[in-house]
């Protein structure tokens, strides 16, 4: 077997160093019922080329986004990722390490962590942020256990355009913490009703910007009315490039942010891993309660700059039962990622590719309203839009797939029971060409 | 509490800065270069990608643009490249060298593994595109789940769980769901051995519940005394790591499983050291009713510096309805993703996360696996548990072993042989990064003082082995030798010498923060 390095000469010798007469007696304390007495049914061993042969038939069967007109999104975008990025996350130091709990020979990973930190309080407009989460969906639902710590109330509002996964998400984490879990109708294209659902008992309220349906808002009347009854404001962004573009959500108040951070540098991988981003405002309250790992500055023997793990005593390996949260991995390699493909488009970059998204989606968004029949639903939006069409989208779809067009996401696959069947959301990116935007044109010409 | 609230400036320390270190001018010390932060090199005006002019035509954001700067540099692709190699070069990894971390499984990453991931009909499709056109994709995960279920002997797998934790939490969701559809509010408390992962007792939690810990016995190994006196009408269920944290294969484990299911409670089992029982031994047969399986542990999906994991959660037919959405079922010749709680036949608890969970990792365990075969994946437990027994078998005459008898994966120590030589557990860890040794799992578990985990996993051969227990019992030696300095001094050779944690955690910095009254950093 070309990954173990024993011979049957060493298991011998070392059998005997031990002192056992064979493996078997190895494991004695096993019970004897429960010992297996051959291999289980499944294949045996197969060679380098024969994984190879399986695994490249399987990925036959799937339309890869790269290969189709894509317009896809509704929390997963396609962006194009330079190579630098994924040669360096493939450097084995990076790739084969652990957890970063040995700071000495872990300089390489803390110091990453420690520049993904800044970068993401700084394009949230917040103070400090984590060493990453799992994504955004399970950091939209910790953003929540989180408030209800600070402020001691047990009620959160959420948007009804929120993220429907997330906002399950939130539902599933919060199910059994005696959390009350309140939302908001969807409004496409509009505004919900969210701030009707605030009163002194709320913890949170959560909103996203922009939201699952592409629509761009304006945080601060929000961010007040939420102030003005003592809860916080959770802004939740999946598309991370309109950072670039729109004004951060901690300037426009939220206090606590989270996002996806997929469109760095992660790729789409059929949803994960992705990387979760967590950011809040400076203050002792929060970053006592907040959730996940924290690299941090110091110094070592020799007055040298270092960093390290900090704060664990939040953490599940130091306080059990009272830990803040129950997460142990992060998205390290991601949020590696992500920090590689951020330090490569600099301030400049990032706001150059957040305008060619934008006037892709322009694009895109007045072709779409020149066909007879569909309606585009946003008056403000940054990549993302929801359109209204003569039929239901799911089947428009469908006859698109089949023509090898990738036309979006119908809006009642997130929400099956929302009525909102002739809806359909698409997002564009800079990897959209004219061809795709002509193939999409002609295809729902033809569909339609 | 703020960053760099004294006024300290974040830039690299230079030599002459540093007090006591002078060896050199640039702060480098040959190969081991000094690093300054992105934030004190990179400028906002630098960008390393080429991208088109946009056309200049105005934005339809409702006017939110962005007006201030947002403060990120950038850096051209040459200075990005040196950049992170250079930090890459600070980290020890299991490409560079034996990682004996217990419970931690750090074993060799195929890169196959990698290439198989990053087929484009894997790595560039959407969670979302049609499922007619992932058909490949909903394949593999029913194909590995198909492998899991096959090892663990169980009837059914929750696929989404992103982490160990994430499917502890997972576990313990189904369980409290069924025991909420069974009437039964009163079953809160959950039965944690003292010995069990910290996530452990934070998952209960989690779950509503409240946590009761069962002591270890002098073998270390559940006090099967204390654990029946603890069952009750109020007990929900017992979380149990097996082989446990100290390296041992819990005897009563039938004896365990039959009490609690009588008592009407349920069996977690903490799947974190599956490695040492795959193909051997099915949890299934045991009695567990969910255990999750951490595929980068188990299946050697790259742990990269603290993740992606991947904790696929299987379950009995007692919990089955109750596992949440997404999963993959058959339909005659396609597969089809069931995305919504009403379309499923059970009661599932709800989902647990956006998408289909880790789906790189499925890739890479699945390739993994079949690299290995049945045949295979029985050998590397069986290697897994020769390799340990063998560390063991050569250091209990320096070390001090914690427990009498055999180990599974890995071999558990104790302080006790460095008792009046001036030198902590820690100090002989730290003195393992000088000898070109990652340290082993210290303090943990916590029902053997001053613990030393050793896990060596299946991927070293006798020969690194050899090398690692000579290493060590030299150390030990020389401890016993009086010469602490060696000790408490270490690491000297490694790219920082010991970090001042306390430092860190009393005024936390944790971003980079503009030089006070600089308006410029002078670069």
Redesign the interface.
Known sequence: ???????PE??K???E????PS?D???????E????KG????????T?L???R??????????????AP?F?G???Y?HHV?A?V?H?????????????Y????????L?????F???V???TGT???N??M?????ACAEAVLMACRITKRQRAVLSGNL?P??A??T???A????IEIEAAAPVPGGLDAVSDALTDDVACVVVQNPDVFGQ???LRPLAEAAHAKGALLIAVFTEVVS??????PG?MGADIVVG?GQSLGV???????YVGLFACR?D?NF?RNLPG????????????????L????R?????????T??????????A?AFT?H?????????R??A??N??RA?EM?DRLAALPGVEVLN????NEITVRLPKPAAGV??AL??KGI?AG?PAS??F??GGLDDLLMLAAT?TTTQADLDALEAGLKEVL | MSMNAQGRPSRPLHAHDAGAYQDTFSGSRGLDQAEPLIFERGRVDVTGVDLPDPTGAPSRIGGLERKAEIGLPGLAEPETMRHYVRLSRKNYAIDLGLYPLGSCTMKHNPRLNEKMARLPGFGDIHPLQPQSTVQGALELIGELAHWLMVLTNTPCVAMSPKAGAHGELCGMMAIRAALDARGETGRRRVLVPESAHGTNPATAVQCGFFCDEIPADTTGRVDMEAFKAKLGPDVAAIMLTNPNTCGLFERDIKEIADLIHEAGGYFYCDGANFNAIVGRVRPGDLGIDAMHINLHKTFSTPHGGGGPGSGPTVFSQALAPFVPVPFVVREGETWHLVEHEHEAEGQPFGRMVAFHGQMGMFTRALSYMMSHGSDGLRQAAEDAVLNANYVLARLRHVMTAAFDGTCMHEALFDDRFLKGTGVSTLDFAKAMIDEGYHPMTMYFPLVVHGAMLIEPTETESKASLDRFCDTLEGLALAAKAGEAERFTAAPRHAPAKRLDETRAARSPVLRWSPPAQTPQAAE
Do not use: W
């Open positions: 077997m070309r990954y173990l390095p024993l011979t060493d298991r010798d070392m059998l160093t031990i002192g056992a493996v007696a190895l494991f004695a304390d096993v019970p019922a429960a010992r297996l291999p289980v049914d499944l294949p045996r061993r197969a380098e024969e994984v190879e399986a695994f490249t038939a399987m990925a036959g069967r799937n339309l890869s986004a790269s290969t894509f896809v509704a929390g997963a396609k330079p630098t994924d360096l996350i493939q450097r084995s130091e990076f790739l084969t390490s652990y957890t970063p040995q700071p000495e020979i872990s300089q390489g990973t110091q990453t962590l420690f520049e930190q800044t970068q309080a700084l394009l103070d400090v942020a060493a990453s799992y994504d955004g969906s399970t993220h996964h997330y399950e998400a539902r599933t984490l199910k059994y913490m005696d761009v808002h304006d950072l670039g573009l729109i004004e951060s300037a996806e790729g789409l991988q059929f949803g994960g891993p400076d002792r970053i790992r924290l690299a941090g500055e110091t110094v070592d023997a020799d007055g040298r700059r270092g960093f390290v900090t704060l664990s005593t953490e599940q390996h130091i306080r059990r039962d009272k830990a949260s129950n997460i142990c991995t992060n998205s390290g390699l991601m590696l590689i951020m330090t490569l488009l600099g301030e400049t970059g990032l150059t590719l305008r060619l934008h006037e322009c968004a008056s403000a939006f940054f779809v469908e797939a089949a990738l996401v696959r997130l099956p029971k800079e």
